[in-house]
Structure formats: structure tokens, C-alpha cells
């Protein structure tokens, strides 16, 4: 079956635009989350989706990273404003949502480029 | 939050067997241990997870001593398809948080040889 897709797969943007990176998860699940991996670094958590809701957006850098789910299936990363360090790959993963321990289906990324 | 400790590269050749060992001293009593194994321009993928002694699958084992502060990952006979990084994690010690968010170290890159 289709698995996590993210477009653009690559994005590159000049400091200081506005960018927004598409989610679509595997169909039927209901935990979403997003990761931001940098160079040689593991993937780090931004935030996660149960259903419509951001249930936990501790990972989020500051004010101008934002993202919604709003109908519990496509997710929208948004980043405003957009710096040099904002330049990394971002990973959306998508799991059933049922336990925690639950397997996290990943995509292959979106890399994002800030000039 | 646990925080797991594993060897930055290994070398191997193929048809070896490889075994990657992860610390993880203050793992808690809910947490489970899960590898992921990451190539190269795409998202980390789940290769195996287990609570305590062997779980076995297609890909890989994985070994749990009874104090569960470590496990070792152990792929057989590794072919240069499985030149990646690997990542030993361990469920969120903040289970109250309630997300099952990943917390991904720098990894294992396993780099197979001819």
C-alpha cells in the first residue's frame, strides 16, 4: 500500500520567505508527527498530531513554526520568516495512534534549503 | 528522558555477522527499545522492537539482558545493502506526556564492504 508521502521533496527559499511543507500519512492513521533532522543528527521531534490536534509541539523551535491537521489526515508544516538554521530535511511519520509504542511509518523527507 | 549511547561508526564485510550495542542505564520501567535503520536521502525505518530477553524477525534480533540497560542489535550475514545508519531508541521516560514521541540519538553508520 502507499506509505507516507511529503511534497515538495525539495525546497529552497531565500531568508526570510514563507514555506509550507505537505504531509499526507498512510491512510487510517491517526498519530502524525513531524521531525527536523539536521546534517549527521539523528531526527529531532517537532510535534505531534493526534487526530485534529496538535497534542504535543514541544519540539517546536519558537513562534515562527506552526502546523495543522485539520481534517486528522494531510498535515501542513509552516515556517515563517525563514532563516539559514532553518535549513535541514523535515520528516513527517505517520503510526495508528492506538499506543505509544506503536511502529512510526516515516517519509522520505522534505529538504529544505534557505538561502 | 533516557538517553541511549552507541558506537558513532562500524566496518564490516559481507556475509558478516554485525552487532551493534546501545547503552540506555536509566531506561524505565514502561519503555520499550526499538531500532531504526536510516539509508541514505529517506526516512528512518523500523527494523525491530522488544521489552526484554531475544525477539527474533526477517530483517534482525534483538538482545535484552534482564536489567535492560543495554541491547544489541544483531544483523546476520550483512550484504552492502544494509550500509545505513542505525538508531537504538527508547520509549520517552515522560509517559505522562502521552505521545510516543521519538527521541533519535546521532546513531550507528555501518559502512559494509565488499
Known amino acids: 500500500g502507499a506509505g507516507v508521502s511529503q511534497t515538495p521533496s525539495n525546497k529552497v527559499t531565500e531568508k526570510g520567505k514563507y514555506v509550507e511543507l505537505r504531509c499526507d500519512p498512510i491512510?487510517?492513521?491517526?498519530?502524525l508527527y513531524w521531525y527536523r533532522q539536521s546534517l549527521g543528527q539523528g531526527p529531532e521531534f517537532l510535534i505531534y498530531f493526534q487526530g485534529t490536534g496538535a497534542a504535543d509541539d514541544s519540539g517546536l523551535p519558537n513562534d515562527r513554526f506552526f502546523a495543522v491537521r485539520p481534517e486528522g489526515s494531510v498535515s501542513t508544516l509552516k515556517i515563517q520568516r525563514t532563516e539559514r538554521g532553518d535549513s535541514a530535511v523535515y520528516l513527517c511519520?505517520?503510526?495508528?495512534?492506538?499506543?505509544?509504542?506503536?511502529?512510526?511509518?516515516f517519509g522520505p523527507g522534505t529538504r529544505l534549503t534557505v538561502l | 528522558l533516557a538517553k541511549t549511547t552507541q558506537p558513532i561508526s562500524m566496518d564490516s564485510y559481507e556475509g558478516q555477522e554485525v552487532n551493534i550495542t546501545c547503552s540506555h542505564n536509566n531506561i524505565a520501567t514502561n519503555d520499550y527499545i526499538t531500532w531504526y535503520q536510516q539509508f541514505p536521502s529517506q526516512g528512518p525505518r523500523f527494523i525491530i522492537q522488544?521489552?526484554?530477553t531475544k525477539v527474533t524477525n526477517e530483517v534482525a534480533s534483538l538482545f535484552i539482558p534482564a536489567d535492560r540497560k543495554s541491547s544489541t542489535l544483531s544483523l546476520p550475514r550483512v550484504s552492502l545493502s544494509d550500509t545505513a545508519v542505525y538508531y537504538c531508541l527508547v520509549g520517552d521516560t515522560a509517559f505522562s506526556s502521552n505521545t510516543g514521541k521519538l527521541i533519535f540519538g546521532q546513531g550507528t553508520t555501518l559502512q559494509v564492504k565488499p
Open positions: 491512510s487510517g492513521h491517526t498519530a
Open positions: 522488544g521489552y526484554k
Open positions: 511519520a505517520s503510526s495508528l495512534g492506538t499506543t505509544h509504542a506503536d511502529t512510526q511509518y
